[in-house]
């Protein structure tokens, strides 16, 4: 009992270590699914099966139509990023996205040495979320398929499968199409998130950057989420589409095989990571370096000006010298 009264210990010895900062990036994504994925399960299966929503002969698998459904997952997920967000971020920087961790590393804003550590335990967080989403919604999944007459892992349970993971719009018989709409979604949210976090920019005050992370993830979803189920996020998109296909969806979760367009599913981990890479460096291109710039033309010291030495006002020594 004692060694694990030590182990929660604030002053335990991993916690200052990058142990620590892996396990807030685990916990603050395992935050982001558990909401996330959540509020699609409540609108699939979970509100339709419960006798809470409409169940007349034509609407028995159906919650809401149409843009209601979407506007219950864009404002859901928001607030599960956002969430999410104030759970890690004074520890680790709230990542919960190997993209902002890759674009943060590339633009010497975070340590390559960690970045493995971070996106794996970003990975098992997104896994070990879906798992507790699945055991808490399966009787309703199970009674979905059922009234349905869906079978698991043919494309009737897509609708169940999209509890966990993303697919691209009928519209498409290719991936580009979705590609280019994850690559777009990903690049405003990091190149947003560069600007929340820019010091010389305008960062939001208050402790309001995760709402504000948040309503960015909203955005996004309301303006671009119908091509391709706007993943933004490899470890979202990778950790519940194992998840799925270890629960019997099968090529639909992997690797991705839904008719129109098949082996989707490096769609949502290449194009969000080159999309974080694009939006990253658009900020900067416009705005970071300038940002970066002034701060350092600001605090240079004027031609022949002596400033006093960090920490306090200058010696008597220092006021010879300038008087001569």
Request: overall charge negative; proline content about 7%.
């Amino acid at each position: 009992m004692t060694a694990l009264a030590q182990g929660f210990s604030p002053t335990a010895r991993w916690r200052r270590t990058t142990t620590g900062e892996y396990g807030s990036e685990y916990l603050g994504t395992f935050v982001l699914i558990m909401f996330g994925d959540g509020v699609v399960a409540m609108l699939v299966a979970a509100l339709n099966q419960s006798g809470r929503a409409p169940a007349r002969p034509l609407e028995a698998t159906q919650a809401f139509a149409g843009a209601g459904d979407w506007l219950l997952i864009a404002w859901g997920w928001g607030m599960a990023v956002a969430l999410a967000v104030y759970v890690a971020g004074g520890i680790s920087g709230a990542h919960i996205n190997p993209a902002v961790t890759l674009a943060l590393a590339a633009w010497g804003k975070f340590e390559w040495r960690k970045v493995p550590g971070y996106m794996v335990a970003q990975l098992l967080g997104a896994f070990t979320a879906a798992a507790l989403v699945y055991l808490i919604y399966k009787n309703s999944i199970n009674s979905l398929e059922a009234v349905g007459n869906i079978d698991r892992g043919s494309e009737d349970s897509i609708p169940t499968y999209s509890i966990f993971a993303t697919f691209p719009s009928p519209v498409f018989n290719n991936p580009w199409g979705p590609l280019l709409t994850e690559v777009v979604g990903t690049a405003l949210l990091v190149g947003i998130v560069f600007a929340l976090i820019d010091r010389f920019n305008q960062p939001p005050g208050s402790n309001m950057a995760p709402f504000v992370v948040g309503l960015v993830v909203f955005g996004i979803g309301m303006s671009f989420g119908a091509n391709s189920g706007y993943a933004i996020n490899p470890a979202r998109d990778l950790g519940p589409r194992l998840w799925a296909w270890i629960q019997g969806w099968g090529d639909i979760a992997v690797p991705g095989d839904y008719g129109w367009v098949n082996s989707y599913m490096w769609v949502p981990i290449v194009g969000p990571l080159l999309g974080g890479l694009i939006g990253a460096t658009i900020y900067q291109f416009f705005i970071g370096s300038s940002t970066e710039a002034r701060a350092e033309a600001a605090e240079a010291p004027e031609l022949g000006e002596v400033r006093p030495e960090a920490g306090g006002s200058p010696g008597p020594e220092a006021g010879r010298r300038e008087g001569g």
